[in-house]
Structure formats: C-alpha cells, structure tokens
C-alpha cells in the first residue's frame, strides 16, 4: 500500500549492516535538500509568478504532521487578504477552530453551496471531499481517494478544472501521495504549485510524491512558506 511504504521510506530510517551504505544514502538525501530545492526558489524570487497570471485563490493541503505547518501559514495572512483559501487536513477534527481563534482572517467549515469570497479560509469537513463549482463549494461523498476522504487531490483538480492559473497549491507534510496529482493538474492550468521541503517536513511522503511527479514550482522550507505567498500575490497586477 502506498501509505505504509510512504512512511516507512520517509519517517524510519532503513537498516543496513553497512556504515558506508548508510552514510551514501544520507549523502544523496542533503544533495537533494540543499542544492535542486534552493536553485528553483531563486529562479522563482526573480520572475515572481508567471506571465499573465493573477493569483486569486490560495490552496493548502496536509496530513501528518500538518497543523501546525498550516496554522503558521494561515496565522501570517494579513487581515484584508483579498484571496479565498481552501483548506484540507486529514483528519481534522476542530482544526477549523483552532484555525479561526489563532489567526487574521475567518475560518470555518466549509457547507455545501457556501459562495467563496476573498478573506475567508474553507477547511474541508471530516469524510467530505470538497470541490468547487460555478463559485461555489460542493461536498460530495464519493469513495476515499488515496484512501482519504476529504483528499486533496479531489480539492486540487477541482480548482485546477475551474480556476487554472489564478490558483496558487501548496502541499505540506503527510504520508503517502494524496495532493501530487492534484498539484501536477494545477501547475499544467498555468497556477503556482509550491511544496514543503524535506528538512522542515514531519513526514516528507507527499511532497515528496509530488517533486518526483515534476508537479512543483518551488520547494521551500516551511518558514519561508508565508512570505513566498506573501510575493506572489502582492506581485499580482
């Protein structure tokens, strides 16, 4: 299954009788980190966003280890932010809230038929995949995708179907491969597709899932996350 063969990869280091063996592995693991993830950053720093594009909608997907990688996000966005932000959490129970009283803006459950306005933040409900249709939010309950319900692929494709470039993806930490495909779709409609790093991630499956899916414009360390997003709608025209 996926899932376990994410988290076994990325969470538990993997038994060799060799130091030496050991020692390469790690070596090709900061090769990865500090020279591809830095290079794309900087390229990106110098163009802002891509030509033609306004960013209007903000998409955040995680699962391990991603709360507080979200909240820091979340709780950085200034009072007024003039986009809508679309929020899945596997297994969120009360994150909404926990959301809402720790930062700028209002955030809430997402409804069925709720029209999404700037400045507010939709977290997906616990077993609903959340999608977007004609300016509005659509709760569905289809089978788990990636064996999660809500998924963020589900959200992810949704948003690339409807809003192409004016999407900006952001994938955090989790286990397995749920949001790669989705961030792959995204960034093929004209949006900006960023993930976490490795280094800052709890669990680095499904950013990692999504880089090898050549689905990601930017990989970045979570603490940089908010002021990259900060750039790239301040650069809108």
Same mark, same amino acid.
């Given at each position: 299954?996926?899932?376990?063969?994410?988290?076994?990869?990325?969470?538990?280091?993997?038994?060799?009788?060799?130091?030496?063996?050991?020692?390469?592995?790690?070596?090709?693991?900061?090769?990865?980190?500090?020279?591809? $993830? %830095?290079?794309?950053?900087?390229?990106?720093?110098?163009?802002?966003?891509? %030509?033609?594009?306004?960013?209007?909608?903000?998409?955040?997907?995680?699962?391990?280890?991603?709360? +507080?990688?979200?909240?820091?996000?979340?709780?950085?966005?200034?009072?007024?932010?003039?986009?809508?932000?679309?929020?899945?959490?596997?297994?969120?129970?009360?994150?909404?809230?926990?959301?809402?009283?720790?930062?700028?803006?209002?955030?809430?459950?997402?409804?069925?038929?709720?029209?999404?306005? %700037?400045?507010?933040?939709?977290?997906? $409900?616990?077993?609903?995949?959340?999608?977007?249709?004609?300016?509005?939010?659509?709760?569905?309950?289809? +089978?788990?995708?990636?064996?999660?319900? %809500?998924?963020?692929?589900?959200?992810?494709?949704?948003?690339?179907?409807?809003?192409?470039?004016?999407?900006?993806?952001?994938?955090?930490?989790?286990?397995?491969?749920?949001?790669?495909?989705?961030?792959?779709?995204?960034?093929? +409609?004209?949006?900006?597709?960023?993930?976490?790093?490795?280094?800052?991630?709890?669990?680095?499956?499904?950013?990692?899932?999504?880089?090898? &899916?050549?689905?990601?414009? &930017?990989?970045?360390?979570?603490?940089?996350? $908010?002021?990259?997003?900060?750039?790239?709608?301040?650069?809108?025209?």
């Amino acid at each position: 299954m996926a899932k376990p063969e994410g988290f076994t990869t990325d969470t538990i280091s993997p038994c060799f009788t060799s130091d030496i063996i050991e020692k390469v592995r790690m070596l090709a693991r900061i090769k990865v980190i500090r020279r591809r $993830p %830095p290079t794309r950053r900087r390229a990106m720093v110098a163009s802002e966003s891509k %030509p033609g594009e306004t960013h209007r909608i903000l998409a955040i997907g995680a699962s391990t280890g991603g709360p +507080q990688a979200v909240m820091k996000i979340v709780r950085s966005l200034p009072a007024g932010f003039d986009a809508s932000i679309f929020i899945v959490q596997h297994i969120a129970s009360g994150f909404a809230q926990w959301l809402n009283r720790e930062s700028n803006i209002p955030v809430r459950l997402a409804k069925d038929g709720d029209v999404f306005l %700037p400045g507010t933040a939709l977290v997906a $409900p616990s077993n609903y995949h959340m999608t977007v249709s004609d300016g509005k939010i659509k709760l569905i309950k289809d +089978q788990p995708v990636n064996s999660c319900r %809500p998924s963020i692929d589900v959200l992810f494709k949704s948003l690339a179907l409807e809003h192409g470039g004016a999407v900006v993806g952001v994938l955090l930490s989790g286990m397995g491969k749920d949001g790669a495909e989705g961030l792959t779709q995204i960034r093929k +409609q004209g949006g900006m597709t960023i993930a976490q790093d490795e280094k800052s991630c709890a669990v680095f499956g499904m950013p990692k899932a999504a880089i090898a &899916m050549d689905a990601v414009d &930017m990989i970045v360390p979570l603490g940089d996350i $908010p002021q990259t997003i900060s750039r790239l709608f301040d650069a809108r025209s």
